[in-house]
């Protein structure tokens, strides 16, 4: 049985740059506020997935992040970039579900000096899914979000960024407001962690890891364009 087809973007007429469209969408243009969507949906998935470990948590993140972004698109200054500035704030609300949910997140330091024999093993022991030497890519990535799970948040959300997204070290400190000392520390040691029992697989699985299926896309897209025509934001029927 073949999947209905996607809906294609709302058209935006000519070849607007991203300043055109922030300044579009601002005034309620939902169109614009599409295409910076999608332009940016998997970016912020993976930022919000890397912070909750859950699909749909981190869906919810992003819809609501992205409705915090367009109320405030008006004061948005390009002093940083748009997808540093779109990652900052889905990060901030990801964390506060996670701390409304809660959840005990473990601090840089703490992960780093912790004596505590329960966190090593969560850092390093293999997870339940699958053997640790794969041969099969779809095996190997499964192993590899596996092992991302595993790393304390201040780890995953930068390894994420760095290693999967493939932001700068300037970017990510920018997104996070962390200095780039920490990124480059936080980074090498979830490296050093992830390598402990993948070896060889990581760098092979990371273009496909926490994939981002166009089903996902439109699911955030739709919803928040619905939500913000209930705000009156998106003046476009």
């Known amino acids: 049985m073949q999947s209905a087809p996607r809906?294609?973007?709302?058209?935006?007429?000519?070849?607007?740059?991203?300043?055109?469209?922030?300044?579009?969408?601002?005034?309620?243009?939902?169109?614009?506020?599409?295409?910076?969507?999608?332009?940016?949906n998997r970016l912020l998935f993976r930022t919000a997935r890397s912070i909750v470990r859950n699909d749909a948590e981190a869906e919810d993140a992003v819809q609501e992040a992205y409705l915090r972004a367009w109320r405030a698109l008006g004061d948005f200054r390009a002093r940083s970039r748009l997808s540093t500035w779109l990652v900052r704030i889905v990060a901030n609300e990801a964390l506060g579900r996670l701390r409304r949910s809660g959840a005990h997140v473990i601090p840089l330091e703490a992960a780093m000096t912790s004596p505590e024999p329960e966190l090593q093993?969560?850092?390093?022991?293999?997870?339940?899914?699958?053997?640790?030497?794969?041969?099969?890519?779809?095996?190997?990535?499964?192993?590899?979000?596996?092992?991302?799970?595993?790393?304390?948040?201040?780890?995953?959300?930068?390894?994420?960024?760095?290693?999967?997204?493939?932001?700068?070290?300037?970017?990510?400190?920018?997104a996070l407001e962390i200095p780039e000392a920490t990124v480059r520390t936080r980074y090498f040691r979830a490296r050093g962690l992830l390598r402990e029992g993948l070896a060889?697989?990581?760098?092979?699985?990371?273009?496909?890891?926490?994939?981002?299926?166009?089903?996902?896309?439109?699911?955030?897209v739709t919803k928040v364009l619905a939500a913000a025509r209930i705000e009156g934001r998106n003046r476009q029927a």
């Open 7 to 40: 809906p294609a973007p709302a058209p935006v007429p000519g070849n607007p740059s991203e300043p055109e469209l922030v300044s579009r969408a601002a005034a309620g243009d939902g169109a614009a506020f599409e295409v910076l969507m999608r332009r940016y």
């Open 121 to 174: 093993t969560a850092l390093t022991d293999a997870p339940d899914r699958g053997p640790e030497h794969c041969v099969l890519r779809a095996q190997v990535r499964e192993l590899m979000e596996s092992r991302i799970d595993l790393l304390p948040e201040v780890y995953r959300t930068v390894f994420t960024l760095r290693a999967v997204e493939e932001m700068s070290v300037e970017e990510v400190a920018q």
């Open 200 to 220: 060889g697989a990581m760098d092979s699985a990371l273009a496909e890891a926490f994939s981002f299926d166009g089903a996902r896309c439109d699911r955030i």
